[in-house]
């Protein structure tokens, strides 16, 4: 993160759901997976002119979490999901899966207006972050209107830090109805912890001299090359030193598994 200048740090009035459009854009959100639903009107009207922001639909919540993950590993960037409060416990098994595969996206979900929360009303409970604490790395129930830009900038740093798991966030349904908030948006560029560390060379230099002093040295493939886009090196590396290798169980291919080493 660092300092935002002043300049760059745009007012805003206006319908809420423009406010969350226009943070998507901050973010340089392309794609928001969604499954169709009143509540979430107001974030649909709002993209009707923004045709950076990509619309794709699912029939389930599950569905759009599982597409919002295959987006996320496919490109490295954090997609947008939004869903139905009800259908929380169907999204929850494919956010195990981003769970597990170190996969950031932010979700929100439109639940009832804040005069209901608390009375065991239709299609809600007490609490849906309880039901996703597990498998998120942050959550948040959004009752103040003029704040959403605030947490929706935290969700998206969150999200996209190393390493990445889901966000969830809860927006009221009479909160994305309001029209005259006031508010600021910020680029998310600010905000972001980009992960350009360089090891240092007497760490390197050690671990060089343990592997060169092994007696049967073994190369253990992990998550983390994929994500560092490292499988060449990886892969040079074994060639060179002729070490075996295996990889961790996970999702990616980290090392052809084919490969003779």
Same mark, same amino acid.
């Given at each position: 993160a660092q300092e935002v200048p002043p300049t760059m740090i745009k007012p805003f009035q206006g319908e809420v759901g423009e406010l969350i459009a226009e943070c998507l854009?901050? &973010?340089?959100?392309?794609?928001?997976?969604?499954?169709?639903?009143s509540p979430?009107?107001?974030?649909?009207? &709002?993209?009707? #002119?923004?045709?950076?922001?990509?619309?794709?639909?699912a029939t389930e919540e599950g569905q759009a979490v599982a597409m919002a993950q295959g987006y996320e590993i496919a490109s490295g960037e954090i997609p947008f999901v939004v869903t139905q409060a009800v259908g929380v *416990?169907?999204?929850?098994?494919?956010?195990?899966?981003?769970?597990? #595969?170190?996969?950031?996206?932010v979700v929100m979900t *439109?639940?009832? *207006?804040?005069?209901? $929360?608390?009375?065991?009303?239709?299609?809600?409970?007490e609490s849906w972050l309880d039901f996703v604490k597990p498998v998120t790395k942050w959550r948040w129930d959004m009752v103040k209107a003029n704040r959403i830009?605030? $947490?929706?900038?935290?969700?998206?740093k969150l999200a996209s830090s190393a390493p990445r798991s889901p966000v969830f966030l809860t927006v009221a349904d009479d909160l994305l109805e309001e029209k005259n908030v006031k508010s600021h948006v910020i680029s998310q560029e600010y905000f972001n912890v980009p992960v350009t560390m360089k090891a240092d060379p007497k760490q390197i230099e050690a671990a060089a001299k343990m592997i060169i002093e092994a007696k049967n040295p073994l190369l253990v493939a992990g998550h983390e090359i994929t994500r560092a886009k490292a499988q060449k090196e990886m892969l040079a590396f074994?060639?060179?030193?002729?070490?075996p290798v295996t990889r961790e169980r996970g999702l990616f291919l980290d090392f052809p598994c084919m490969h003779p080493l």
């Open positions: 854009r901050a &973010a340089k959100v392309k794609y928001m997976f969604f499954c169709n639903g979430q009107g107001p974030i649909l009207d &709002a993209l009707v #002119d923004k045709p950076d922001i990509n619309l794709i639909i *416990p169907r999204q929850v098994t494919n956010l195990v899966n981003a769970w597990k #595969d170190r996969s950031g996206m *439109p639940r009832t *207006p804040l005069d209901t $929360h608390g009375r065991d009303s239709f299609e809600d409970v830009g605030e $947490h929706m900038r935290l969700a998206f074994a060639e060179f030193l002729s070490i």
